[in-house]
């Protein structure tokens, strides 16, 4: 039930913290080694693996998109993601030291079954990441790792994406831990900064008022049919996951970009008064990415665009050029997925409820898509 809220889908965006630190239970022993034993994969075999593929579709393809910037950083794996509805039908090059990693909230979604047979049937190893116990695909993959999200009810994945991640972050990780890589001492920095991260939603969570009347405002504004989303690095898929968001909860023109593509078409789009939410890498870090994404902010806003930054605390160099600034807590550049898609998920939500829009069922989806 939804438990005194007004949709699940509020529901299961409240119920994150305690579904990612669930997803982390028991994954990681007290001297902070991962203990992923439940993946019936070989250590053997894992550390023969010479190229990751991960297959998805939708929410869980952008979370895919993530867990190959952390699978190559940590474990110098090549590691390649497809859309499942585009793998099954072409001819990748697969054999028995491919790890093929198929992530599925319902484990039912078709395409993505279809991948995981494909795969299997060219001799590839195939963990799923889902989280439907007994579901089809952990059933025909060679082993898996459940999110435990809980039951998510409403069709917009939200809390069932962030348990994605983590399982991704596991996964990588672990590669990186039974292959042993020249990040080691990173590795183990980063496995204790993932057990904060639940108590770092929460923050995100507590800090939502300003978001919510944004969305409220901008819902009320006549002609407003387009909101752009730019990243750049992690930051891009998670700009690709707002826009999905925007779209199919509010019904409106929503999209994506990497930042460094503005120049190479979408900056034509920017026309006076056009919000685009920008999602900002830490200063600290990779402080490359964080320079080039200021600049981008400063090209649009030259252009007219409203500018919505979402930046680490503390982040003072996008404060000039921010219109609306959403603070997000401090995390490794990998990591910050994880807090900065929590706005995003909260804005979408308010704009749409805002419109109206019946945001547990939205028009013409499906929680689980079992046709192509
Ligand atoms: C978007 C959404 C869908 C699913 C996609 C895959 O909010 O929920 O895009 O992510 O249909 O579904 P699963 O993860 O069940 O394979």
Redesign the pocket.
């Known amino acids: 039930e939804k438990s005194g809220y007004a949709s699940f889908m509020l529901k299961e965006i409240a119920e994150q913290p305690k579904a990612v630190a669930d997803t982390l239970l028991g994954r990681i022993d007290s001297s902070g080694l991962l203990t992923l034993d439940e993946v019936r994969i070989p250590v053997s075999v894992l550390r023969e693996v010479d190229k990751v593929v991960i297959v998805?579709?939708?929410?869980?393809y952008h979370s895919g998109m993530i867990a190959k910037y952390a699978i190559e950083h940590w474990t110098r794996i090549p590691c390649e993601m497809e859309l499942a509805s585009e793998f099954r039908y072409r001819d990748p090059i697969l054999d028995a030291r491919t790890l093929v990693v198929a992530?599925?909230?319902?484990?039912?979604?078709m395409d993505?079954l279809m991948a995981v047979r494909h795969a299997r049937e060219q001799g590839a190893h195939v963990l799923a990441i889902c989280n439907t116990n007994g579901s089809t695909i952990p059933r025909e993959s060679d082993a898996v790792l459940y999110t435990h999200a809980g039951p998510e009810v409403a069709?917009?994945?939200t809390k069932?994406f962030l348990t994605q991640l983590v399982a991704c972050y596991l996964v990588a990780l672990y590669l990186g831990q039974v292959r042993g890589t020249k990040w080691g001492d990173e590795i183990g920095d980063v496995v204790r900064e993932l057990s904060e991260i639940s108590t770092q939603v929460e923050d995100v969570l507590d800090t939502m008022e300003p978001v919510r009347e944004l969305a409220r405002g901008l819902a009320g504004e006549a002609g407003m049919n387009t909101v752009l989303f730019l990243g750049r690095h992690v930051g891009y898929p998670v700009a690709l996951e707002g826009a999905?968001?925007l779209k199919?909860l509010a019904y409106m023109h929503a999209e994506g970009f990497a930042a460094g593509e503005l120049k190479h078409g979408p900056i034509a789009l920017i026309e006076k008064g056009l919000p685009v939410v920008v999602v900002v890498p830490s200063p600290r870090g990779r402080s490359v990415l964080h320079g080039k994404i200021v600049s981008n902010i400063q090209e649009i806003r030259a252009r007219g665009a409203r500018t919505l930054v979402i930046a680490e605390r503390g982040d003072t160099a996008v404060v000039p050029y921010a219109d609306h600034l959403v603070e997000i807590p401090a995390t490794p550049t990998l990591l910050q997925p994880l807090v900065a898609t929590v706005p995003l998920q909260v804005f979408a939500c308010e704009l749409a409820t805002a419109r109206g829009n019946e945001v547990d069922q939205p028009r013409n989806l499906a929680k689980?898509?079992t046709v192509e």
């Open positions: 998805a579709c939708g929410t869980a992530v599925s909230q319902s484990g039912e979604t993505t069709v917009a994945s069932a999905l968001k199919e689980s898509v």
